[in-house]
Structures are given as C-alpha cells and as structure tokens.
C-alpha cells in the first residue's frame, strides 16, 4: 500500500498559479507512476497529468503548456505546477499513484483531494 498527502490548493484568479504537492509514503518502491486527476461537479474524474517511473510524462490536452507535473525522488513528492489558471480549472484535484506487483500494474492509490477553485 501506499499513502498519499496531497497540499497547495486554494482560490485564486484566472491567470495565477498554483503549486499542488503530494508526499508519498509507505510502499513507494513499487511505485509504477504517480498522477494528477480532477473532477469538477457533476463530472466524470479525468487524468490531468502522469508521470512514469522512468521520468516520461504526459498530460491531458486541456492543460498541455500550461500545467507541468514534476518529481522530488528525494522527498517522494510530486508536485504539479499550474499556470495561467482557467475557471474550467476548477475542481478537486486528487493525486494517485499505481504500483507494480509482479507483472501487474494495481488500481490507483488516492489522496484526500485538494480544492482548487480559479474565480473569472
């Protein structure tokens, strides 16, 4: 198992940043990737950034530019740097982490959930 913190929300308007962190702890290394996720009201939870590993990453096409997802292997941290926040970024914003265990990869791990609100 794995345990996963997740800090830096927060209100702030459109064009700011923001800086979402998530410490992780327990079994970090099986870690397979770690990842941001979001889910506004009434909708689905959708990926908004992963990173593998091995260092790739990549990142949904509404945030592509604008969001940079990062690691301190040091801290097992993630963190995910936003900028020129949007109101459609809106949402909680959860951190996740998958690990491998043999030949597979397990369901996601999930943080508390940080909110994240951009007013217009």
């Known amino acids: 198992q794995v345990h996963l913190v997740e800090s830096g929300g927060g209100l702030v308007q459109a064009g700011g940043s923001l800086n979402l962190s998530c410490a992780a702890s327990?079994?970090?290394?099986?870690?397979?990737?770690m990842g941001w996720y979001r889910q506004a009201p009434g909708k689905q939870r959708e990926l908004v950034a992963r990173?593998?590993?091995?260092?790739?990453?990549n990142y949904a096409n509404s945030v592509k530019g604008r969001f940079t997802i990062s690691r301190d292997n040091a801290k097992n941290t993630v963190y995910l740097q936003m900028n020129s926040l949007k109101p459609e970024d809106t949402a909680v914003y959860y951190c996740?982490?998958?690990?491998?265990?043999?030949?597979?990869?397990?369901?996601?791990?999930w943080g508390q959930g940080t909110q994240v609100t951009v007013s217009s």
């Open positions: 327990g079994n970090i290394f099986s870690i397979n990737d």
């Open positions: 996740a982490a998958r690990l491998t265990v043999g030949a597979s990869i397990t369901t996601p791990y």
């Open positions: 990173i593998i590993s091995g260092g790739s990453t």
